[in-house]
């Protein structure tokens, strides 16, 4: 069993699909546990009360998209916490979009939640994890990132742009201890994929092209997660993990 046991945990988006199965997963291996939500405070108020845990849970609600209340959200977690050695960032959105009918507000919605919002987390962070001389920095990315998506090219370009961002880190903070790392998804059943993957006919098309023949649960992005932030893995540092069941065999 991997502990992480007096380390401090910051899960963006953690109040439901991939998020909250961190919050669980972390929480069960002894870390305390800060995480964010962007505006359904039952849902994460839901998931600390079904959670018994002697670490400590706390959420906090924070738009990805606004960088006064990204940075005023790490502030309190860390006057809470004390510090953060861990940021899992997974928030994000998923919407459809063909690159011809596109609006401009759409494609920057999506840059900038889902790139933008990870570029200042991570910032914001950076000072505490340089100061503590210890970082590990997991960052929630996608297969589309990598081989791109049709219909979602706003989403692929934004995945893309922080696997980039993951290598480029890597290289910059590796010597301050701290590693960078990316989990790579390809379908999960999420809230996020459920009306797509709710279709019968589409759900056995996408079954069809993974080796393994079944879609990941939310807990299997978790586990690999937990695995990069734990000392198993303190010497993997730029790396893109992809948990896909074999759907796209890139790395």
């Known amino acids: 069993m991997i502990s992480l046991k007096n380390k401090v945990v910051l899960i963006t988006g953690g109040s439901r699909g991939i998020g909250a199965a961190c919050v669980k997963l972390f929480s069960e291996a002894g870390a305390d546990v800060a995480f964010t939500y962007q505006s ?55 919407k459809y979009g063909e690159a011809g009918k596109m609006s401009l507000r759409d494609w920057e919605e999506t840059i900038k939640i889902n790139l933008t919002g990870t570029f200042l987390f991570t910032k914001a962070v950076i000072p505490s994890m340089k100061k503590n001389k210890f970082g590990r920095i997991i960052n929630i990315t996608s297969t589309a990132g990598q081989r791109g998506e049709a219909n ?74 937990l695995f990069l932030a734990s000392d198993l893995a303190r010497n993997i540092n730029g790396e893109i993990l992809n948990v896909n069941g074999g759907s796209v065999l890139c790395g």
Do not use: C
Not at 64 to 74: G, K, N, P, Q, R
Not at 168 to 178: M, Q, R
């Open 40 to 94: 359904n405070k039952k849902s994460a108020q839901k998931l600390i009360s079904s959670l018994s845990t002697a670490a400590k849970l706390k959420s906090y609600k924070a738009d990805l998209a606004s960088e006064a209340e990204i940075v005023e959200t790490v502030k309190k977690i860390i006057s809470d916490f004390g510090r953060i050695d861990i940021l899992v960032n997974n928030g994000g959105i998923w």
């Open 152 to 225: 979602y090219s706003h989403y692929a370009a934004s995945k893309g742009g922080v696997i980039s961002f993951t290598k480029s880190l890597a290289a910059e903070l590796g010597k301050y201890n701290i590693t960078t790392n990316s989990v790579a998804p390809g379908w999960v059943d999420t809230d996020m994929t459920a009306k797509e993957l709710s279709n019968k006919k589409y759900r056995k098309e996408v079954l069809s092209g993974i080796p393994l023949k079944r879609i990941a649960a939310p807990e299997d992005i978790a586990g690999p997660v």
